[in-house]
């Protein structure tokens, strides 16, 4: 029998979205005509932008004749929606990026777990808690971490408390890591790090020489201009930081699949000699090795985002969710609920009532009002007492669940 990789029996439990799944069906199996309102999983509901959508019909035509059929396209993105990407994500923000720092992929999930693949096997690694469990999963996959404790965190991962006392931005480590997994806006908490935070951040890195994976997926959702979109707004960041972005929510391409990832040119890791060696060549090899590039007329969905048409529409859209975010956070807070998140972000992390669990609560949630949240504890062991609800669903139905938690809790 072939051997199979041992790393993958330390993940002590189902990743949990599919585990939230496993209880809602079994729920709806029970409960056949239980009207069930889903505001857990963080999936888009509004449909796509008319701009994107014939840009895309423009593409898919386009590859129906001669002149216009593309086949295998460059594996780091096309340079239309390069340089788009460019100019509009960064320069419009007096940031300076080149295009070919930039590399697309099919969306941030991917290219924040396979980002890992291109450091030691023996490299430190910081992540938040609570978070993101892609950052954590993917490392222990690799084999970065020993066996899980009781309290489900796991041995030679480094910790770093999110919490309300520090506004869930965490603080550097005290012991020296390698890598750092940051994420703001933050999911799951909805807090955004301060220009002064980052800054601390970025200054931490250049003195121990550690990489900070910066997760900037919610960027278009922030409301306060005086927050930073992008860790590179800071300066010096470019020399120890790797950015990911998606279209995922800002442009409802969860089911379309694209986003990005920026190497700066001048960040460098070290090899077992202790050289200096460039991380963009080696993620630029990883890249073309494992993967084929985005679709072309996804592609051109994606750059339809920065026309005139496609920057109102998208607008328009993260209007809609961050309406649906003061719903459910003035509708919490009225049940005399903490309620931290829902301003820059479209998640709402709850304080549960009475000390009550969060897998708990999210049981009585669904049981008692039929609505579906997302338990904290599964974003990290400093999630426990919370829970997530997400402002990705239709008005009404966001409005529906706020009254249900209202009257049947």
């Not at 780091?76 to 007096?94: P, T």
């Not at 077992?272 to 073309?288: F, K, N, P, T």
Request: glycine share 12%.
């Amino acid at each position: 029998m072939a051997r199979i990789n041992d790393h993958y029996l330390k993940l002590s439990a189902g990743y949990l979205f599919p585990e939230i799944g496993r209880r809602v069906r079994e729920f709806q199996q029970a409960n056949p005509d239980a009207d069930v309102i889903r505001l857990g999983i963080g999936d888009v509901v509004l449909p796509l932008p008319q701009a994107i959508r014939d840009a895309m019909h423009r593409a898919i035509d386009e590859l129906g004749t001669d002149e216009g059929f593309r086949g295998y396209g460059p594996e780091q993105g096309y340079d239309f929606l390069r340089e788009a990407i460019a100019a509009h994500e960064f320069g419009a923000r007096g940031v300076e990026i080149s295009p070919d720092e930039i590399f697309v992929s099919d969306g941030s999930k991917c290219d924040s777990g396979n980002i890992q693949e291109i450091f030691a096997a023996s490299a430190r690694v910081a992540i938040p808690d609570p978070v993101y469990p892609v950052y954590l999963d993917t490392n222990v996959m690799a084999g970065r971490s020993g066996p899980a404790g009781e309290d489900g965190r796991y041995a030679g991962i480094v910790y770093l408390p999110c919490t309300a006392e520090n506004g869930f931005v965490p603080e550097p480590p005290s012991e020296p890591v390698d890598l750092v997994y940051l994420c703001s806006p933050n999911n799951p908490t909805g807090t955004a790090a301060t220009r002064g935070e980052l800054e601390r951040w970025v200054a931490y890195a250049r003195e121990s020489g550690a990489v900070l994976l910066y997760d900037a997926a919610y960027e278009a959702f922030i409301s306060d201009p005086e927050l930073p979109h992008s860790i590179y707004e800071i300066p010096g960041a470019s020399e120890v930081a790797i950015e990911f972005r998606s279209f995922s929510k800002k442009a409802g391409f969860t089911g379309v699949r694209c986003g990005f990832v920026v190497v700066p040119a001048g960040l460098r890791g070290r090899d077992a000699d202790g050289g200096e060696v460039e991380i963009q060549a080696l993620w630029d090899r990883r890249h073309s090795t494992k993967f084929n590039g985005a679709s072309y007329p996804v592609q051109a969905g994606a750059a339809a985002c920065y026309g005139e048409a496609g920057r109102a529409q998208l607008a328009a859209n993260i209007d809609y969710y961050m309406q649906n975010a003061r719903v459910i956070r003035d509708g919490m807070r009225d049940l005399g609920l903490t309620v931290h998140g829902g301003v820059d972000a479209p998640y709402a992390w709850i304080r549960t009532p009475d000390g009550i669990g969060s897998w708990d609560f999210f049981d009585r949630l669904l049981n008692q009002a039929h609505v579906v949240g997302t338990p904290g504890a599964g974003f990290g062991s400093c999630g426990e007492g919370y829970l997530r609800l997400s402002a990705f669903g239709r008005r009404e139905q966001v409005e529906q669940a706020v009254e249900r938690i209202r009257t049947r809790l």
